[in-house]
């Protein structure tokens, strides 16, 4: 009887010389560095001063968003704390989570330390950052080292008695064997001149299809696509959240994973996927850094006034949530949902906002509703003749 046809990538005879065909990929590849060029011309403009809270944004988008790929549903303010902590950005009074710390350090280690060698310790170390207490959930698993099971490696998904088996990974037995020759490469094509993206997909396909750990792969094998792109930049500053992005089209990237990692060595359409995505990346991280902007520029043309904390906690709410972003506008009793105080000095505060240019409003009696005036921003109204009060000069 014949020997059936490899299953995965990593059966082939020809594994693993993985190689893309550059005309092919070369659209997908300059409309990805054009993007990240504006992205680079923005951060510059602006200045290292300037991108501090877009920075942060972007750090926070990033580590929200790989945690919750897995289907890990991180809390946004431990997040911030350790985000702020890790950039100097904060003080040290915010809520503090031991697992929360340890994939925002692999980040960064990864991101800021990008001229550092990538070997197996380093990675080993990442791994059991992201399980201090040596589990996921309350089941054991092996941190700080490569797996070493003697059950197959797979990714499954169902109920128990009617598993969906999406991906079988090397044997264990194989695993040191494998990523001695993905690190080789790695440090190899850095010093190559091979083009930036497509080695980071690379990279990441390639960690991916190896699945070297017991748990924790997909957070790892993101953080050396980010080390590859850092690589590229040249630069420690995170001006994109690929994970975000990966987030956003979740089932299009297992599709595009599971693809790479059951066809030939030819990984052309994988390439484009990952400069594809790479790019709407860049588009999102421009659009954080402009309202960061704009954030900065609001500030600024009103410095002069003076506000209590309720005021200003009311406009960094309105400022975060951008154009548009504070559903059917702000009324007075939205705002003493808010605060806890009386009608009257609810009303008041809206009203000095208002009469300061802060504010503006749209509409009378009970239809009255405030917006926060920024140059450009509508609030989806058609209509701008309708707007009272003080508008910003």
């Known amino acids: ?68 790929i897995e289907g890990e549903r991180l809390e946004l303010a431990a997040v911030r704390s350790s985000v702020m902590r ?39 170390r990442w791994q059991s950052a992201l399980f201090p207490g040596g589990t996921t959930g309350i089941r054991r698993i092996a941190v700080g080292r490569y ?26 037995s194989s695993v040191a064997r494998e990523m001695d020759a993905f690190l080789a490469w790695f440090a190899q094509t850095q010093r190559a001149g091979m083009d930036g ?5 690379i990279a990441h396909l390639w960690f991916e299809t190896i699945h070297p750990f017991e748990d924790g792969n997909g957070r790892v094998g993101r953080a050396v696509a980010d ?23 979740r089932k299009g990237y ?18 484009q996927w990952f400069a594809q995505a790479f790019g709407q990346a860049c588009i999102a991280s421009s659009q954080v ?32 949530a951008g154009d548009g972003g504070f559903l059917g ?20 505060d809206l009203s000095d906002l208002v009469r300061n240019g802060m504010l503006h409003t749209v509409g009378q009696g009970k239809a009255l509703r405030y917006y926060v005036t920024v140059p450009g921003w509508t609030h989806g109204v058609a209509d701008d003749s309708g707007l009272q009060g003080g508008a910003a000069a």
Request: with cysteine.
């Open 1 to 68: 009887m014949a020997a059936s046809a490899p299953l995965y990538t990593w059966q082939q005879p020809d594994w693993p010389q993985l190689r893309y065909d550059a005309a092919a990929a070369s659209p997908a590849l300059l409309r990805a560095r054009e993007l990240k060029g504006e992205v680079s011309g923005m951060a510059r403009a602006i200045g290292l001063e300037g991108l501090v809270e877009a920075e942060q944004e972007l750090w926070m988008q990033e580590a929200v968003a790989t945690a919750a």
């Open 86 to 124: 890790r950039l100097g950005t904060g003080d040290d009074t915010g809520p503090t989570d031991r697992h929360v710390d340890g994939l925002v350090e692999v980040i960064y280690d990864a991101t800021t330390n990008f001229d550092q060698p990538l070997d197996a310790d380093r990675l080993c």
């Open 147 to 172: 797996r070493d099971h003697a059950d197959p490696m797979q990714i499954v998904s169902g109920l128990p008695g009617r598993e969906v088996v999406h991906y079988t990974a090397p044997p264990s």
């Open 197 to 201: 993206i497509a080695r980071a997909a």
């Open 227 to 249: 080390m590859a792109l850092a690589q590229d930049t040249g630069a420690s500053t995170r001006l994109f959240s690929l994970s975000r992005q990966l987030l956003v089209d």
């Open 254 to 271: 297992y599709d595009a994973l599971s693809k790479g990692q059951s066809g030939g060595m030819d990984v052309t359409a994988f390439v």
């Open 289 to 320: 850094i402009q309202s960061s902007l704009e954030r900065s520029r609001f500030w600024s043309r009103h410095a002069r006034y003076a506000l209590n904390e309720r005021q200003r906690l009311l406009l960094c709410r309105l400022l975060e």
């Open 329 to 348: 506008g702000l009324n007075v009793e939205k705002y003493l949902k808010m605060v806890r105080v009386s009608k009257a000095t609810a009303t008041r």
